[in-house]
């Protein structure tokens, strides 16, 4: 059966409602960041760049690079976002904007996230590069899906008995990557760790600029989590939503982020930008092998 109109929501051109892209304007690898600045910072690097679409905070351009196809997105700031990120992905993907159907053949997307994050533990240098094996999810969107399946349930029962959340009604998900995309990034240069994704920056971060935050030491606590000797090792605002929601849909994806602020030492990057763009240029390299 058919979409109706409110449902699969198209523009007047026939492009998808918030990303503003028609099913071709797509690669099959999709690269997504969170500022959408850092798009340019990647498609500089393509041969050629064949698409480039605006609307909102939602940047994309698709080209070529060493003889393939890729999309660079910038998804925003958090997890509402990756919602209407992933499903309109997923819709250009596997809708047929003709009929407004779903269609026979599924496509599965690899979709991976090249962002920022704040560093966990004391022994994580700021400008360190991480890849998150597991998204841990404290904001709730997953709950919002039928998620249980595609959960690592040892870990989220395990956070669950750790962490008191009292009658905040917060209830974490978790979410491991994929392991096709992690083998790509075996390799030293990159700390492999566990990322705790959050609604907000200040107070689901444990930070207290004016207002105090209603759970004291969030940030020791977590750094203080062991399961089987896994770590969580930093925290941001995407990563377990797109892990959550890729899974659902039968794609494939990972995060790779550069730490910013150590949270333990209180200190932040003073090469931000050169920091990111080192990111960019080995996840590219890793990216692009084939
Ligand atoms: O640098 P990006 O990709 O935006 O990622 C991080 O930076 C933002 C907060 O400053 C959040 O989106 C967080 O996840
Ligand atoms: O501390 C930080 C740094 C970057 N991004 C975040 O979400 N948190």
């Not at 492009?15 to 969170?34: C, E, K, Q, R």
């Not at 999309?71 to 925003?76: H, I, K, P, Q």
């Amino acid at each position: 059966m058919a979409f109706s109109a409110s449902e699969l929501i198209l523009n007047a051109d026939g492009s998808i409602y918030h990303l503003n892209l028609h099913p071709d304007d797509i690669a099959d690898t999709i690269m997504v960041v969170g500022d959408p600045d850092r798009v340019p910072a990647i498609s500089r690097h393509f041969d050629s760049i064949e698409v480039k679409k605006t609307k909102r905070e939602f940047v994309t351009h698709t080209g070529h690079l060493g003889g393939r196809r890729f999309t660079v997105l910038s998804t925003g700031i958090g997890t509402g976002n990756i919602d209407i990120v992933l499903n309109e992905l997923d819709a250009l993907a596997n809708i047929d904007f003709k009929t407004g159907e779903i269609k026979e053949a599924k496509k599965s997307l690899d979709i991976i996230r090249i962002g920022t994050c704040g560093g966990l533990q004391p022994d994580i240098p700021v400008d360190t590069f991480l890849l998150s094996k597991t998204g841990i999810g404290l904001d709730g969107l997953l709950h919002f899906y039928d998620c249980e399946d595609i959960q690592n349930q040892g870990l989220r029962d395990e956070i669950e008995a750790k962490f008191d959340f009292g009658t905040s009604g917060i209830r974490p998900y978790v979410v491991d990557a994929s392991k096709k995309l992690m083998a790509r990034f075996d390799e030293n240069r990159i700390r492999f760790g566990m990322t705790l994704t959050n609604i907000g920056f200040y107070g689901p971060q444990g930070r207290n600029l004016r207002i105090a935050p209603r759970f004291e030491n969030l940030v020791g606590s977590l750094a203080q989590f062991d399961f089987e000797g896994r770590q969580i090792t930093n925290l941001e605002m995407e990563t377990a939503a797109i892990y959550g929601l890729a899974r659902l849909l039968g794609h494939q994806a990972l995060s790779l982020n550069v730490v910013l602020a150590n949270r333990m030492n209180g200190q932040f990057s003073t090469k931000p930008g050169e920091s990111i763009n080192r990111l960019i240029e080995f996840s590219l390299e890793h990216i692009t092998a084939s």
